[in-house]
Every structure is written in C-alpha cells, then in structure tokens.
C-alpha cells in the first residue's frame, strides 16, 4: 500500500489569516512573508488580490481586476 505524502510542518493559513496577520495583528508584510514561509512580493499580491475581492463583495457593480 502506498503511504500518503508527509504533510509540510509549516501550511499556510486561509486567505482570510493572511489578512488578519496583515491588518489586525499589524503586522508589517515581511513579517508576515517570514511567518507564512513566503517571499514578501507573493504577500503583496495575496493581500491586493484579497482586497479586490473584498471589494467585489461590498460593491456589486466592480469588477475584480485580477483573474
């Protein structure tokens, strides 16, 4: 029988506890980058796109700029 792959010790949080590192916890993004195992410019983006989608949400008539 095959073993399932080993889980990494470190997964990223939800998009949602990217955001709360971010602006709740006020942590600046290469805190955040260094606490997600991440590069900082790939915490940039998560954040802009997280915020186009909240703003989809709160607005109906705006469309999301990212795909």
Do not use: C, F, I, N
Request: hydrophobic share 40%; charged share 30%.
């Amino acid at each position: 029988m095959d073993q399932p792959a080993a889980r990494p010790a470190r997964t990223a949080p939800q998009p949602a506890g990217r955001h709360v590192l971010h602006y709740l916890a006020d942590l600046p993004v290469a805190r955040v980058a260094e606490e997600l195992d991440a590069q900082p410019g790939t915490v940039r983006v998560w954040l802009s796109r997280g915020r186009d989608r909240l703003g989809v949400l709160l607005d109906e008539d705006k469309e999301p700029r990212h795909a």
